[in-house]
């Protein structure tokens, strides 16, 4: 029998049954607490306001991501670094990978000098594809 009806037999046999409602109200509040915790996992990353634009293209090759915020902060891949390691760290990707390309991501509100020096810095070590990200209207 799938159930117990009350009036069955004897009221004082014991129940047989595996009781599912605690084990729906864990597995429901671990959910939530993983959909809680989960944004909090995801690494920091550096905010830009990217440039918007009507025209632009796509990259299929592989790109080496330098970001600049308009604080002046920078960052290749993961790692923040200087202004003046951005020529050293490009090297070393060159020398990995000689067809790679730089991807010039940087704030909208970014003084247009410090893209200039990043650009050159770039040209310098050798690398001379590169793009800058914009964002699509």
Not at 22 to 43: C, E, K, S, Y
Not at 50 to 75: D, N, R, W
Not at 103 to 123: E, L, R, Y
């Amino acid at each position: 029998m799938a159930g117990k009806i009350a009036g069955d037999e004897d009221d004082l046999s014991p129940i047989a049954e595996i009781n599912v409602t605690p084990f729906v109200d864990v597995v429901l509040v671990l959910l939530v607490i993983f959909m809680v915790t989960a944004p909090m996992l995801v690494r920091e990353q550096l905010s830009v306001n990217l440039p918007k634009t009507s025209t632009g293209e796509k990259s299929a090759t592989k790109a080496l991501a330098i970001v600049l915020t308009k604080e002046g902060a920078v960052s290749i891949g993961d790692e923040a670094i200087s202004m003046d390691q951005i020529g050293d760290k490009i090297k070393q990707a060159v020398a990995a990978d000689p067809n790679i390309q730089a991807v010039i991501t940087a704030d909208k509100d970014t003084k247009h000098g410090d893209v200039v020096t990043v650009i050159d810095q770039v040209k310098r070590a050798g690398l001379t594809r590169f793009a800058i990200q914009i964002e699509r209207n």
